[in-house]
């Protein structure tokens, strides 16, 4: 049953030859500097669990005033979008 097994990424762990260490961690390991403050990073746990854990992060992370400068950029993005292709708007309102 190797065939379904999901096989693991190889890490290259460069340690220079006379390098002395001291406990402050490697200089060499290449990593992002917000990897220490994100869940979804990590362990592989299969698709579901990183979805889980992206929507509790935002769940848990979320900055309303963000938010609502995302939607307002969508939302005049998508009435120039609308503009662009001449759709006619006065369908939403009664008359």
Do not use: C
Not at 2 to 16: C, S
Not at 24 to 49: A, M, S, V, W, Y
Request: no cysteine.
């Amino acid at each position: 049953m190797g065939m379904l097994k999901l096989r693991k990424n190889k890490k290259f762990g460069y340690e220079p030859r006379h390098y002395n260490n001291d406990g402050k961690g490697n200089p060499f390991q290449i990593e992002h500097k917000f990897d220490q403050f994100r869940t979804t990073i990590g362990d592989n746990k299969g698709l579901k669990g990183k979805f889980t854990a992206a929507f509790s992060e935002l769940k848990n992370t979320s900055d309303k005033k963000s938010n609502k400068i995302v939607l307002l950029i969508v939302s005049i993005l998508i009435f120039i979008f609308l503009y662009i292709i001449d759709f006619d708007l006065s369908i939403f309102l009664n008359y």
